[in-house]
């Protein structure tokens, strides 16, 4: 299973299906984390709320978030992740954790980006 992306009109890959459908959603390799959500695509998520946590930026900054869980369709399967959801932020995040087990291949040629998990 893999999934298939683009890059959006800011030159930044996409998009994650959330199961309330697709978001484009920005691929950030210095992000040791799952996945972060501005408070306005968080809305009518299923999520189920795990406490506070610190995540930390590419630049090693450190903030504290709400900490839930979700349930996506990752790769074909039906995942449980962390996700934070932060206010300070304006686009969707998916960091490395997301990854683990994958390959990601960033084509800037032709405008793709692809994971796909390796077992």
């Known amino acids: 299973?893999?999934?298939?992306g683009?890059?959006?009109?800011?030159?930044?890959?996409?998009?994650?299906d959330l199961g309330a459908g697709a978001i484009e959603i920005l691929v950030d390799?210095?992000?040791?984390?799952?996945?972060?959500?501005?408070?306005?695509?968080?809305?009518?998520?299923?999520?189920?709320f795990e406490g506070f946590e610190e995540f930390y930026t590419a630049t090693w900054q450190i903030f504290s978030a709400p900490a839930y869980s979700l349930?996506?369709?990752w790769l074909g399967?039906?995942?449980?992740?962390?996700?934070?959801?932060?206010?300070?932020i304006t686009e969707a995040i998916m960091g490395g954790q997301m990854m683990k087990?994958?390959?990601?291949?960033?084509?800037?040629?032709?405008r793709t980006v692809t994971i796909i998990e390796r077992v």
């Open 1 to 4: 299973m893999q999934i298939d």
């Open 6 to 16: 683009y890059f959006n009109a800011n030159n930044e890959p996409a998009p994650l």
């Open 29 to 48: 390799t210095g992000f040791a984390g799952s996945l972060i959500l501005p408070d306005s695509l968080a809305v009518g998520l299923a999520l189920r």
């Open 71 to 73: 349930e996506i369709d």
């Open 77 to 88: 399967q039906l995942t449980k992740v962390p996700v934070a959801i932060s206010p300070d």
């Open 101 to 110: 087990n994958c390959c990601l291949t960033i084509d800037y040629y032709d």
